[in-house]
């Protein structure tokens, strides 16, 4: 009897244990990135650092026709404007549309158009530059596609949010959602 007792308690143990890892906020660069944002789940992290310094994090939220994977790297600079008009996020940002574009002449994408500009919040200093990009994956499979690049902490904070499938006011989804994201990772 007091071996069952004993092994219940153990698997009591970890089973808590378990538990409140998978609550634990895990943070990378000074960012916190919890278990959940709003409706998102944390998924999968992706360590690119190890392999290539200066790549950073790769962070995969999803929702119930949401996805949204955070990067956060440096590149390899030492300082990083935080504004977002600054040449250096500039550059990210046109870089961070090609490489979409890029995907598209790879075959991954059958076809992508780009959208809207703006920036969030809409405020004389806003966080995050974004653009909408409607992704064309083949198959009848379109999602409108949002990605935003800001910085802090001389880091690069990009996202990419998937509204799968196509869905009215992308914009406002996508402020709301970048807004969330903002607060949650303490940006």
């Keep these: 009897m007091r071996g069952l007792r004993a092994l219940l308690a153990t698997a009591a143990l970890l089973s808590f244990a378990g538990a409140a890892q998978a609550q634990e906020t895990v943070s990378y660069y000074g960012f916190s990135f919890p278990l959940k944002i709003g409706a998102l789940t944390r998924g999968e992290v992706t360590d690119f650092e190890k392999s290539s310094p200066g790549v950073g994090y790769g962070i995969r939220y999803a929702a119930e026709g949401v996805r949204v994977d955070i990067f956060v790297y440096d590149l390899g600079k030492?300082?990083?404007?935080?504004?977002?008009?600054?040449?250096d996020q500039r550059?990210?940002?046109?870089?961070?549309?090609?490489?979409?574009?890029?995907?598209?002449?790879?075959?991954?994408?059958?076809?992508?158009?780009?959208?809207?500009?703006?920036?969030?919040?809409?405020?004389?200093?806003?966080?995050?530059?974004?653009?909408v990009l409607v992704i064309d994956r083949g198959e009848g499979k379109v999602e409108d596609s949002v990605l935003c690049l800001g910085a802090q902490n001389d880091k690069f904070f990009k996202t990419r949010i998937a509204f799968i499938p196509q869905g009215p006011n992308v914009l406002e989804r996508a402020d709301k959602l970048m807004r969330e994201i903002g607060r949650a990772a303490k940006f």
């Design 91 to 131: 550059e990210e940002f046109q870089a961070s549309i090609a490489a979409v574009h890029r995907a598209k002449q790879r075959g991954l994408y059958r076809d992508v158009k780009e959208g809207q500009e703006f920036e969030t919040p809409a405020v004389k200093n806003p966080f995050f530059r974004c653009k």
């Design 78 to 87: 030492r300082s990083i404007s935080w504004d977002v008009f600054s040449a």
